[in-house]
């Protein structure tokens, strides 16, 4: 593996800053929340060109060193050669001016691929063992990267299937996480727990279950008896269940004159609400406002066929109810609702850009709309296709063919929500602080 040469320069003093590292990142939904809970990204690993190109345009004015020298793409490249990390951590200290042998980095966080151990992951398997999967082993790579690494602090994430997913057929339920799990506990000197979370109780506009793993440096927290949940023992926030309706996210993006395969160019009303202002304000914070007439970025319309576009307007008028003789076999899409019952968001958003209709207009969702759902801002930009489908986006594992596109509706039903990511920064930030 090549390592790059070039020297940056103490570009920032971080002996101050709390620090991280993902690996994994995606297009960077986790680290743009770790980011605004006030976290320093010293380092990127992704492996897909186009998510990897999704998470760097979006950094390269605050955090230049990211594009210029701190990225790789395949991580068992990086762990194969253990001189990688002494490169590594000498080069942080040439260009940050601290050292990280004595102040280490704070958090590593990941969220390896799922594919293999989700709901549809799985049944895009093709029936190939699960031991079979690369991607399914990835988290060994990431456990020997915290182990090289030292970290205060490592959050560990994935989707709720890895709970109950099995390496063959016929073996034990659960067993792959028992795996995951003892592979953690084995990374010497941290206390380990894990908890299921829904990210609707952390204010976004989804149910979206996902597993989380987290280590923490035993000098750090105490060991509460044996108690594995994270969250009875502090490790991650407690739930605030402030969820909001679908309309008072979109209402602001429609576009009373919308064309088929058209886009819209431009905001056509001022926010609503201060969630829709959240989302508007200008990038990292600043305290300008997106307003009526400017610039607004992938809202781009599918081009729905006249009997699909029956079956959405008839759907938007009857509840989501579709009558038998519109019915067909490969139509799947539920219609989202403007606003929850008691209980709250129902939906996950995945990968799959035509699972939902919108729940005033006889289309699918714009990418704008599906990135509002994970909670990213508007000036967040995705790179590479809008979509694609079949093999190109699920591989064939039978035919040895693990190569993935990644458009970027898939991009963002991949990514960890952005306030989830916000609310569990916020709490680590306040233990790596000893405020907890």
């Known amino acids: 593996m090549a390592y790059p040469n070039k020297n940056l320069g103490s570009m920032t003093n971080l002996k101050n800053k709390l620090t991280f590292i993902d690996l994994f990142a995606g297009c960077g939904g986790l680290s743009l929340g770790i980011e605004q809970a006030g976290f320093f990204p010293l380092y990127v690993n992704e492996i897909n060109d186009d998510a990897l190109e999704t998470y760097l345009k979006n950094r390269e004015e605050e955090y230049p060193h990211l594009r210029q020298k701190y990225q790789s793409s395949d991580i068992k490249e990086v762990v194969a050669e253990e001189e990688y990390f002494e490169w590594l951590l000498d080069e942080f200290k040439n260009d940050f001016g601290r050292n990280f042998r004595k102040d280490p980095v704070d958090l590593v966080v990941g969220g390896p691929p799922c594919q293999g151990y989700s709901g549809i992951g799985i049944r895009r398997s093709y029936s190939v063992e699960k031991k079979q999967l690369p991607s399914n082993h990835l988290y060994q790579d990431m456990a020997f990267f915290v182990h090289k690494v030292n970290p205060r602090m490592f959050l560990f994430e994935n989707v709720e299937g890895l709970i109950r997913s099995r390496w063959t057929k016929d073996g034990k339920k659960g067993e792959i996480f028992e795996d995951v799990l003892k592979t953690f506990e084995g990374i010497p000197g941290y206390n380990v727990k894990f908890k299921l979370v829904r990210a609707k109780d952390y204010g976004v506009p989804q149910n979206r279950p996902r597993i989380l793993i987290i280590g923490i440096k035993k000098d750090l927290v105490s060991n509460k008896g044996d108690e594995k949940d994270a969250l009875k023992a502090e490790f991650l926030p407690e739930p605030t269940n402030d969820y909001p ?67 959405f307007h008839h759907m938007i008028k009857n509840n989501g109810v579709i009558p038998d003789n519109l019915k067909t076999k490969k139509f799947a899409q539920r219609l989202l609702p403007s606003t929850w019952g008691k209980n709250g968001p129902t939906i996950t958003a995945c990968s799959l850009p035509d699972d939902f ?48 596109e990644v458009p970027k509706y898939t991009q ?12 569990i920064g916020k709490h680590f930030e306040s233990i790596l602080r000893g405020k907890k």
Do not use: C
């Not at 209709?357 to 995705?382: C, G, I, M, N």
């Not at 963002?412 to 609310?423: D, H, Q, R, S, T």
């Open 412 to 423: 963002i039903g991949n990514a960890v929500p952005v306030k989830l990511a916000f609310k």
């Open 357 to 404: 209709v919108h729940y005033k207009q006889a289309r699918s969702l714009t990418v704008r709309e599906w990135a509002r759902l994970q909670t990213f801002p508007d000036w967040y930009q995705f790179a590479g296709k809008r979509t694609t489908g079949g093999t190109r986006r699920a591989g064939n594992p039978r035919k040895n063919n693990f190569d993935r």
């Open 245 to 311: 309706n679908i309309e008072d996210i979109f209402s602001d993006l429609i576009d009373s004159k919308f064309q088929y395969g058209g886009e819209t160019l431009t905001y056509k009303k001022d926010a609503t609400n201060p969630l829709q202002e959240e989302f508007r304000r200008n990038p990292r914070g600043k305290k300008s406002i997106s307003l009526k007439g400017d610039p607004l970025t992938e809202q781009e319309y599918s081009k729905h066929s006249e009997p699909v576009r029956e079956r």
